[in-house]
C-alpha cells in the first residue's frame, strides 16, 4: 500500500508535470484543428484568441516536456521553469474553453502544489560540458549571423524585409529545408546565402550531438548492467543492497515487488544480469561513497550486507552508517565470530544464517512445540533489541 507522502514525493514532480505537458499539447493541437471553438466561455473569449491559446498551449506543452528532462536530474531551473509554466498552462485552458481543456486546468492546478513542497529536492545548478556550452553557441551564433546579414541584405533578397522574415529565412536555411518563397538576387546574397548553409547546417549538427549524446550514453550504460543517475535520482524510501553473492539471492526475491531497492555490485556480469530482469543495480564498489550518494541514500529507508565476504560488508555498513546515520542497516554474518564486528560497525541488526539455520533445524526436529519456541525466542530477540541471530 503506497503511503500518502509517496503521492507527493519524487516520483510525483515527475510524472504530474509530463501528464500536463502531454494534456497542454493535445489540447493545443485540438483547439488549432477545430473547425468551431466555443466552450463555457465561447461567448466571452473571441474565438481568435482561443485558437492562439491552443497554439501556445502546444508550445507550452513542449516546453514542459523539455523541463520534466531537467526534473529527472533535479535541476533548479527545471523547477523553475515548471512552476512558471503550470499556472500558464491553466491559464491557457480557460482561455481555450473546450471540454478537451477541462483535465488540463485541474491537472495544472494539482501539480503546483506538489512541485512546491519538493522544491528542496531540487537543488542542482547546470551543470554543462563544454562540448554542450560549445553547441548552444555554435547555434546561437550561426542563427544570429544569419538573421543580421539577411536582414542586413534585405534589399537584395526576394520578399525579405523585416527582421522576422530575416530569422525566418536563417531558420528555413541552415535546417536545410529552403522553402524557396526567399531567394538571394546578387552574387553578394547568394554568397551569404551559401555560408549561412554551411555555419548553420554544422551548428544543428553539433547540437544535435550534444543531445545525442546523453542517449547514447543511457545505451552504453544499461549494456554494461548499470542505471544512469537520472533513473536513480527517481528512487525514494527504498532500500539499498550492498554487495551481491549466495545471500544476496533470496532476499531479492523478497524485495522484488515488495518495495524499490537498488543493488550495488562490482561484478559486471551479475549487474548486468539483474538489468535484463529488471532490477535496478549500479555497477561500482558497494563500499564506496559516491556510488551510495548516486543511489540515493540519503532517501534510503533500509540498507542490507549480505554477501559472503564479512570484511567487505563491514567496510560497506561503515560507509553507509558514515553517510545517512538515521538509515536502518540489516547484515548478515557468515562467521558467528563477526556478529559482533559488524556492530561495532554500523549495523543495526545483524544475523547469522549458519546459527539461525541451526536452530530452525533442530527445532523442527522437535515438531511444532519447537518450532513455536524458535518463534517465541525470536520476538523476544526482536524485543530487546538485539538480534545476533
Known sequence: MDRPRDWFGARATIVLPML???????????????????????????????????????????????????????????????????????VQGLVQSSAVSLPLVVLSLISLPTMLLNRRRFDRPIDLSTAQLAAGAALIGSLTYGTAGSYALRDEFTNLSTATDAFYYTLVTASTVGYGDMTP????????????????????????????GPAIEKRLSEALGNMTDAQLELFENHVLVLGYGDLTEPIIEEL????????????????????????????????????????????????????????????????????NPEVNIVAAATD????????????????????????????????????????????????????DI
Open 20 to 90: 500536463v505537458a502531454v494534456l497542454s499539447f493535445v489540447t493545443g493541437v485540438v483547439n488549432i484543428s477545430a473547425v468551431t471553438i466555443g466552450g463555457p466561455l465561447g461567448e466571452v473569449i473571441p474565438p481568435s484568441i482561443q485558437r492562439t491559446a491552443g497554439f501556445t498551449g502546444a508550445l507550452t506543452g513542449f516546453t514542459l516536456l523539455v523541463s520534466v528532462v531537467g526534473l529527472r536530474r533535479r535541476l533548479r531551473v527545471a523547477w523553475v521553469v515548471t512552476v512558471v509554466l503550470l499556472p500558464v498552462s491553466a
Open 256 to 323: 522484488t515487488g515488495a518495495i524499490e531497492f537498488v543493488v550495488i555490485t562490482p561484478d559486471t556480469e551479475t549487474a548486468t544480469r539483474l538489468q535484463q530482469q529488471d532490477i535496478a543495480v549500479l555497477t561500482a564498489d558497494p563500499s564506496d561513497e559516491e556510488p551510495m550518494q548516486r543511489a540515493g541514500i540519503d532517501d534510503a529507508t533500509a540498507v542490507v550486507a549480505a554477501t559472503n565476504d564479512d570484511a567487505q560488508d563491514a567496510l560497506a555498513i561503515l560507509t553507509a552508517q558514515t553517510l
Open 185 to 212: 538576387t546578387t552574387q553578394q546574397a547568394k554568397l551569404f546565402g551559401m555560408s549561412v548553409v554551411v555555419l548553420g547546417t554544422a551548428s544543428f549538427a553539433i547540437a544535435l550531438g550534444s543531445l545525442l
Open 336 to 387: 558467528r565470530e563477526n556478529i559482533e564486528k559488524l556492530r561495532r560497525a554500523g549495523a543495526d541488526t545483524v544475523i547469522s544464517p549458519s546459527v539461525l539455520g541451526g536452530h530452525l533445524i533442530v527445532q523442527s526436529a522437535l515438531g511444532r512445540e519447537g518450532m513455536e519456541n524458535i518463534a517465541d525466542h525470536l520476538l523476544d530477540v526482536n524485543d530487546e533489541d538485539d538480534a
